[in-house]
């Protein structure tokens, strides 16, 4: 399902009845490079992708807050002054958004209105991120709050954290606020500064979703960032994002072979995100490609979060002459993998990756080619429309 923005007037219209005075969008987000650095202080290297959630919605002259969710067919709601938990549902994401909007000091107005969405759940595209950052972008508008896209991340990170219980880093919150379009962002994780980084020109980005879900256990997630944090201040950092590659290979020998490895991909890892943004300013696909291969060959056998789907997807990713390079992306275990693609070819390239995939594994894949795009934005507004 293709969404715009009549798209979601109509919705509107047959959900809520009447006119909307807002349409706004986040987008999901895919990341190009710099997995589980985020953790430990690093950089990251994440892209504002074309699928996205959408809210229309029209504000009301109370507090309360009606949405219908899509996903569920059904309204859901809530007051604003008696916010409750109401189970494992969407609405929980817009509920904990305002909570966490409340909790910074803003006066939020109620609003009835649609969400719906086209970023895939659970295939690690931060389909929750986007959900969070356009409620805030729907309150923004329906309360006249001022938008900085920074402190709204977050805000969002505060919802998905405290209210909804899941510890996300603020990835997948700033990128899908501050993303550019025909760009990615190189994040740093401690600061939060982030600077633009262009696609290279005539590629593509294909999101390679393997059709199995990670079943990433709590023990192993803990057991890799608990190497980093002991490692760190065993050395007497703050973190591993303070660790050279070079005082790694001085010191390795103080390391247990395991926790070595764990190390020596996060160090890794940082190096090569900064790389890739570099080569990405250049407009050199063939490093950047590169950097991605080095990437998951780290993720696969040094940190060993990839699995046999994720990698046969990226075996076979590489075996195709337009791709110049492909890794896994995201937690791993399971999810998706991203590959860079010539333009011309993309098409072609996501028809024999599917087919061989297929093939070789049994599974049924998913695979969206996509363009870089803008964070979150208002598509509508009735004030500024002439015709209004």
Known sequence: MSIDVSTVERRFQEQAGGDLDWVVRAPGRVNLIGEHTDYN???VLPMAIERAVWVGLRRR??????????ADSQWREFHLNAMR????????????????????????????GVLLGDVPIGAGLSSSAALEV???????????????????????QRAENRWVGVQCGIMDQLISACGKEDHALLIDCRSLESRPVPLPAGVKVVILDTGTRRGLADSAYN??????????????????????VEALSARAGELDELTARRVRHVVGENARTQLAAQAMEKGDAESLGRLMVESHASLRDDYEVS??????????????????????????????????????????????????????????????????????????????????
Do not use: H
């Open 41 to 43: 202080e690093g950089f």
């Open 61 to 70: 002259p109370d507090r309360w807050v009606r949405v219908y969710i899509t």
């Open 85 to 112: 938990r109401q189970g494992n549902t969407p609405i929980e994401y817009v509920q904990g958004t305002a909570w966490a909007l409340r909790e910074e000091g803003f006066d939020l107005r109620g609003w009835d």
């Open 134 to 156: 356009a409620v805030a972008r729907a309150f923004a508008a329906a309360s006249n709050l001022p938008w900085d896209p920074v402190r709204m991340a977050l805000i969002a």
């Open 223 to 244: 057991e890799r960032r608990q190497a980093c944090e002991s490692t760190a201040a065993s050395f007497g950092l703050k973190a591993l994002r303070d660790l050279s």
């Open 307 to 388: 699995s046999q789907a994720l990698n046969a997807m990226v075996e076979i990713a590489l075996q195709q002459p337009s791709c110049y390079g492909a890794r896994m992306t995201g937690a791993g275990f399971g999810g998706c993998a991203v590959a860079l693609v010539q333009e011309a070819a993309a098409t072609q390239f996501a028809e024999n990756v599917s087919r061989e995939y297929r093939a070789k594994t049994g599974n049924e894949p998913a695979v969206y080619i996509t363009g870089a795009t803008a964070g979150a934005s208002v598509l509508f507004s009735r004030d500024a429309d002439p015709a209004a």
